[in-house]
């Protein structure tokens, strides 16, 4: 489990990007040869995005979006450091995510959404590089993503990237 902070980034100029936090909670299992691993994971994500509206949906105000996603990064990499009480990892991989439903909140009401509702894509990929340590049984990843394919169903380019510090168990 851990915090995330999510924003949705513009390919125009002067638009800069506001991150929202969130948790995530989830699992999954590593595989080490020498100093390489693979990792598969499964996390469900509760992240934030603010997203502004333009003419395409005819009211020009902020968007603050609440959203519930399902995570499945597929991970390998390099240990550079391997004792029996403490890992080194650093990785790199494809994140599949998959936006399950939501809440937005537009001139101080709150709503429950789908991702079609808004133009949200249900499927993203994202390229996420990171790093993690073992000390004893606990485990401590760090980790980045960036958005490879278009969030909304637009003519704009729009990227949600991301940062996810999580603490976990190794059983």
């Not at 399902?70 to 990499?77: A, F, H, T």
């Amino acid at each position: 489990g851990g915090w995330n902070a999510n924003a949705l980034v513009f390919r125009a100029e002067g638009e800069n990007p506001e991150f929202l936090h969130g948790w995530q909670a989830g699992g999954g299992f590593r595989v080490m040869k020498r100093k390489a691993f693979l990792e598969a994971d499964i996390t469900f994500l509760k992240y934030g995005l603010t997203y502004q509206l333009g003419e395409e949906f005819g009211v020009d105000l902020p968007l603050d979006i609440r959203i519930r996603s399902l995570e499945i990064p597929l991970n390998m990499g390099y240990v550079p450091v391997r004792t029996p009480l403490f890992k080194w990892f650093l990785y790199g991989g494809l994140v599949n995510k998959f936006n399950l439903q939501g809440r937005y909140t537009l001139d101080g009401v709150t709503e429950k959404f789908k991702p079609t509702d808004l133009k949200l894509h249900i499927y993203n990929l994202g390229a996420r590089f990171g790093t993690q340590f073992d000390l004893g049984i606990i485990n401590i990843d760090f980790s980045y993503t960036i958005g490879i394919t278009n969030s909304f169903e637009s003519r704009y380019r729009t990227n949600s990237h991301g940062v996810l510090l999580s603490l976990g168990l190794v059983l």
